[in-house]
């Protein structure tokens, strides 16, 4: 079963103005499906074939020989987390159990957004910035490139693509304004909540 691109789970222009319908028309549907059609190309015939999303970046991460697959498969599984991630209306309120997590292991949730948009203006380059279950407690980490969470043995609950695509259209330089607006203006809490309810 080759791997597919999820559909947005919302219209092109329902995250407007925080993120345009041209910035989703070429980041979802172009990008996004670019990773999913040379990942399907390059596990085509290997031992790979038929495997999940997951087993393929744990066995391609850190194999030089394999860097092109996990390069795709890592973005694949990346963007798949992202685009739920978000929503029309979204950064409100916060689910009470996943605001008294954040509150606990960052002090506030105004700290929690500082750092996780640090993160995201900290990485050197292309990457993603993340809040991730590690160890029972909340953390925020980055990664270069499609690396991510899962190949660390920590469970993402949210993760933002930094990686120019993602906000030049819309936010030319300004990554740090770019981050302020995902946390504030288009975060999914609630389906964040559900993460960490899994991540148990
Ligand atoms: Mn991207």
């Known amino acids: ?105 960052f002090g506030s949730v105004d700290a929690f957004k500082e750092q996780f948009v640090q993160a995201g203006v900290g990485q050197f380059g292309s990457g993603w910035c993340w809040l991730v279950v590690d160890g029972g407690k909340l953390k925020v980490t980055k990664t270069p490139n499609g690396e991510n969470p899962l190949v660390h043995g920590q469970h993402a609950i949210l993760g933002c693509d930094v990686w120019e695509h993602s906000y030049y259209i819309d936010y030319r330089n300004r990554r740090a304004d770019y981050l302020k607006a995902f946390v504030d203006n288009l975060v999914n809490w609630e389906f964040v909540a559900q993460k960490l309810a899994e991540a148990k």
């Open 1 to 105: 079963m080759a791997f597919e691109l999820p559909p947005l789970p919302y219209a092109h222009d329902a995250l407007g103005p925080y993120m345009s319908r041209e910035t989703l028309e070429f980041h979802h549907d172009k990008h996004h499906l670019a990773y999913v059609t040379a990942l399907n190309n390059l596990v085509k015939d290997t031992p790979l074939a038929g495997k999940s999303l997951e087993e393929v970046c744990k066995a391609s991460f850190g194999d030089a020989s394999k860097q092109a697959i996990f390069n795709n498969a890592g973005q694949h599984w990346n963007h798949a987390l992202f685009w739920p991630a978000m929503k029309p209306n979204g950064g409100g309120a916060i689910p009470s159990e996943l605001e008294s997590r954040l509150k606990s292991d």
